[in-house]
């Protein structure tokens, strides 16, 4: 299974790509991105401003790769139980007993819209099933279905009234995705596509036991020991002392790159990681673990040209 | 063993087999180019006259000297050679093995489906990999060339020092420069006068009785007027002032050259001098105490 799904994991990424692109115009990095946080077995956070296509792109990658889609919107007054599920009382045979109804989290991707307007204590609940992949109800552990996705996503501007994700439960997200607005040609495009009567389909070009096999040959693209050594002296480096940088990486970014950079050489058709791959994914990988100073963010700097910088003086 | 890990060492033995023929043929043509200097300079000839114990063969040291600087220096220009990286330099050489090769070996105890296919590509890669690649032909030639050019140099200067040697005699000069005394040099000087023209130099009244021994021309007869210290006997002359030049006539010291300070080995070689040449010299001194 392992080799028939290498030997076409160039055609499946093609396919995948190209179906995803019926629907989706332009943003091709964050649709690489989404796919390689899949391909990590791990969770992406999107931040862009609303109307970006996040829901679309997030809904069709999920059709494509033949998963099931839940979308859950954060609001907050939304409770644990919500995302969760929770026991309901229900008549069998004239006796009542419990039974669990499953909560929107148990699905294989699942897109938690503006998870920063949910409360502490639900954050705290979908973050525990992103990392643990279970679900605790009463005194019962319910595992989640594999593969399981989430990706959250955060509006840049209206902070009020939301509760920011801590600094440790953003360190869960392998990548920081960010979604820019589309180039005149791509807009004309969309408008093109989505005023007409004929709504674009997307159909299924990747299997679950598929995917499965991917996130599974992710780990096996192997790396030289320089890159390796490079991903961890870039993350280093923002621990090191640096004007701009107010706190760094964890060694979970560490791993976060090396990993990224396998499943995106695999996405690229490469059997090894180059240091490409390493450099593209620091950007999404470190964004949200390092935190500036002041003096940096009065300058007007953005974590990506901290990154710049030190994927620059990184030898 | 992997087939490419097999291919890889063989180039590797390759390369530093030519790295190898690459230091000696710079050991060569260092040795030859400090061996032609050492012979230009007639390095044998200072030795012979410095202190080296008599044990010593002298005519050793010059090529012996020569084969240390050029083990020495040889041997650091080629330092490093054993710290290159010779997958780096495939890499460089072949963009088609960029990162792969290195990958690779740095995975040569996995194995996995992506590894194997990694391997695979990577052993037909290197079938086109030659160790001429990593070290041209063209550097070798053209360093055997250099080191013949070299040697075959080395060995005219060495036939034929003629012309090319520095000659003992501006050795001498140069020594004499160097130290600032010349080699026969007893740190003595001569009391005897030079007045190679008496006459005048009565005449001009400067003349002094001090100076390099010259041949006196007195009568028409050349009368050689070198006095020769005795051992250990010289005057050193440290305060001279030209007014102490004067004889002191009396019944125990006649007017004669033994009045003017003359040691006692000049005084005893001037015995040696005939009575016809006592009393030129004599008729000089007296012309001199006249001045």
Do not use: W
């Amino acid at each position: 299974m392992s080799n028939e799904t290498y030997s076409s994991s160039t055609r499946i990424f093609k396919d995948l790509l190209d179906e995803i692109g019926k629907v989706v115009v332009g943003q091709h990095e964050a649709v690489e991105q989404m796919m390689i946080a899949i391909l990590c077995n791990s969770h992406a956070l999107v931040e862009s401003n609303p109307g970006l296509a996040k829901t679309l792109t997030i809904s069709t990658i999920s059709k494509a790769l033949d998963l099931k889609f839940n979308r859950i919107q954060c609001t907050p007054d939304l409770m644990p139980s919500d995302i969760t599920g929770t026991y309901i009382i229900e008549d069998v045979g004239g006796k009542k007993q419990y039974r669990f109804e499953p909560g929107p989290v148990f699905a294989n991707i699942v897109l938690a819209d503006e998870i920063n307007r949910a409360s502490p204590k639900t954050q705290s609940a979908m973050l525990e099933a992103m990392q643990e992949k279970q679900v605790t109800v009463g005194n019962k552990t319910y595992l989640l279905d594999k593969p399981f996705f989430i990706l959250a996503t955060q509006n840049p501007i209206e902070m009020e009234g939301t509760y920011p994700l801590p600094e440790a439960q953003l360190d869960r997200f392998l990548l920081k995705i960010l979604m820019d607005y589309p180039t005149f040609e791509d807009e004309n495009e969309i408008v093109n596509r989505y005023t007409k009567n004929i709504t674009p389909a997307v159909r299924s070009v990747v299997s679950k036991a598929e995917v499965l096999e991917l996130q599974k040959l992710t780990r096996d693209v192997p790396i030289a020991e320089d890159i390796k050594i490079r991903a961890i002296k870039i993350v280093e480096a923002t621990r090191a002392k640096n004007d701009n940088i107010e706190y760094g990486a964890s060694p979970r970014a560490s791993i976060g790159i090396i990993l990224a950079g396998k499943a995106r050489a695999l996405m690229k058709g490469r059997n090894y990681v180059s240091k490409e791959d390493i450099d593209a994914m620091a950007y999404p990988v470190l964004r949200h673990r390092v935190i500036l100073t002041f003096e940096a963010e009065r300058k007007g700097m953005t974590t990506d040209q901290v990154i710049a910088d030190i994927l620059k003086n990184v030898k | 063993m992997e087939d490419f890990l097999y291919k890889l060492q063989k180039i590797r033995d390759g390369f530093f087999s030519r790295k190898r023929l690459t230091f000696f043929l710079d050991l060569i043509a260092i040795f030859s180019i400090f061996y032609a200097i050492f012979i230009i300079v007639n390095l044998e000839y200072l030795l012979s006259k410095s202190s080296i114990p008599s044990s010593i063969p002298i005519n050793f040291i010059p090529p012996a000297v020569a084969i240390i600087i050029a083990l020495i220096t040889s041997t650091l220009l080629h330092n490093r050679d054993t710290k290159i990286n010779v997958i780096r330099l495939i890499e460089n050489k072949y963009p088609e093995l960029k990162e792969r090769l290195s990958t690779a070996y740095d995975n040569r105890d996995e194995s996995n489906i992506i590894v194997d296919s990694l391997k695979t590509f990577v052993s037909e890669s290197m079938t086109s990999v030659s160790p001429s690649m990593l070290l041209s032909k063209g550097i070798i030639i053209s360093k055997i060339m250099i080191t013949v050019i070299f040697l075959a140099g080395m060995a005219y200067i060495s036939l034929n020092p003629q012309g090319i040697q520095i000659s003992q005699s501006t050795l001498d000069n140069v020594t004499k420069n160097i130290t600032g005394q010349d080699q026969n040099n007893t740190g003595l000087i001569d009391i005897t006068g030079r007045p190679e023209d008496v006459i005048n130099v009565a005449a001009k009244g400067s003349g002094d009785i001090f100076g390099k021994p010259k041949i006196a021309s007195i009568e028409g007869k050349n009368i050689d007027l070198t006095l020769y210290p005795g051992d250990n006997t010289g005057t050193i002359v440290k305060d001279y002032t030209p007014t102490s030049n004067q004889f002191i006539k009396s019944a125990a010291f006649p007017v004669d050259v033994m009045g003017s300070n003359v040691s006692d080995g000049g005084y005893s070689m001037l015995m040696t001098k005939t009575e016809t040449e006592k009393q030129l010299i004599n008729k000089y001194a007296v012309e001199r105490s006249k001045i």
